[in-house]
């Protein structure tokens, strides 16, 4: 792994633990690593994949830029979510919830693969 792979990956480790206390304010649930058993990370794959009511779940970091509005941003975080489902269903890989989650401003997107 590369110094600019490793950076990276620490950045989305820091935005993961901004996901996870936000999700946990918010829902008044935490995730845990429990039911995320068995499921490696693999190139292609989420981001992370934590558990969540016991189930697997996968969260995709994204950032959104240039978007105007609500409606723009919603149709982009779409897009980026249908891309990953199509990608994920494709390859076989992931077939459980993912949430994709803008890093930047811990807002997301249920999809189900």
Known sequence: MSNKERGKRMVEEMALENVIDTFAAITDK????????????VEGSPDF?????????GIEL???????????????????AWKKHDSYQRRGLFKNQIDVVDGQAIRGLHIYC
């Open 49 to 57: 994949i934590i558990g969540f009511d016991s189930k697997p779940l």
């Open 30 to 41: 935490t995730l845990t690593d429990e039911g995320s058993d068995g499921f490696s990370r």
């Open 62 to 80: 994204a950032e959104v830029r240039g978007t105007k509005d609500t409606e723009a941003y919603l149709d982009e975080v779409s897009g980026i």
